[in-house]
């Protein structure tokens, strides 16, 4: 395909998390991809010293839904068949996901590496990186909803990595027949996922990577590797369990039956590096 069609998209979102650190993250592993030849576009978001209240049950709702917007406008003027998404928090993936459902039509999937679902509402959580996966079914929120003009059907997302759902991700994946895979089911090639594409005809694939579906042991930079005082409990939050290499290698079996349309990589939350770069403001001749 033309070079021409592709866009990387840098979108530092951080309100649909309610974390500034994930701007931080964008920035970060959008200095470490390998270079383009594609246009490379960054999406403007809110300066990370304001802080936002709940809105109609979604932290921050005006200002995601203007950046959503800002997004949804870069992207129509490139008008790509293909993009390359760094993102902060999840909902980053919303806008670009939705465009790449309207390109390819019936032919397009979902598939979904994450130790979460993203398929809360308000009712259940306020903030909207929760959301993103419902919404792009079709499901959850008017807001999100609306931006998605050709919503996915549930039997063309696969969720691969999810352990650990609460009762309302249980009867949602339940009542949409939604395909998964265990990071158990991940590790051991037993996914499902090239039989998958291939019966439900799926020629063009966008596939999400939620780094936070990794081994914190392993791999620190996400949410669960996070050791300030600041930092919430984890009780029974599912944490991931999987490994760059598990990654790569279903990433890799999807690729041999589909053409990848879009990748999007979130959360990367470099929690050593954030660390190193306050330490720096406090030390002196670095001091400001």
Not at 109 to 126: F, K, N, Q, R, S
Not at 234 to 258: P, Q
Not at 259 to 265: S, Y
Request: hydrophobic share 40%; glycine share 8%.
């Amino acid at each position: 395909m033309n070079a021409k069609s592709d866009l990387r998209l840098i979108f530092p979102l951080w309100l649909g998390g309610n974390l500034p650190a994930y701007e931080f993250g964008a920035d970060m592993l959008a200095w470490l991809a390998p270079e383009t030849s594609s246009p490379v576009v960054r999406v403007p978001v809110a300066p990370v010293s304001q802080t936002f209240e709940i809105e109609n049950g979604i932290r921050a709702r005006g200002e995601i839904l203007t950046e959503l917007d800002s997004a949804r406008r870069l992207i129509q003027q490139h008008d790509p068949d293909r993009m390359a998404v760094i993102g902060g928090d999840c909902l980053a993936d919303l806008e670009p996901f939705a465009w790449l459902s309207q390109k390819w039509g019936d032919g397009f999937g979902i598939l979904w590496i994450d130790t979460h679902p993203d398929v809360m509402t308000p009712a259940e959580y306020e903030n909207a990186h929760a959301h993103v996966l419902g919404a792009l079914m079709g499901s959850g929120d008017p807001d999100l909803v609306q931006r998605v003009s050709n919503p996915v059907p549930a039997s063309k997302v696969f969720i691969a990595g999810i352990h650990g759902e609460n009762d309302y991700e249980q009867r949602f994946l339940k009542k949409h027949k939604i395909r998964t895979a265990s990071p158990e089911q991940v590790q051991s090639s037993q996914t499902g996922i090239k039989e998958w594409i291939k019966q439900e005809n799926i020629t063009h694939l966008a596939i999400h990577f939620d780094l936070d579906v990794l081994d914190y042991h392993k791999f620190r930079a996400v949410m669960f590797a996070r050791t300030d005082s600041d930092a919430p409990s984890w009780d029974g939050v599912a944490k991931g369990k999987l490994e760059l290499e598990d990654v790569l290698r279903i990433v890799g079996e999807a690729e041999e039956v589909a053409d990848i349309v879009g990748l999007g990589i979130t959360e990367h939350l470099p929690w050593d590096a954030i660390n190193l770069r306050n330490a720096l403001t406090k030390l002196p001749l670095f001091r400001s």
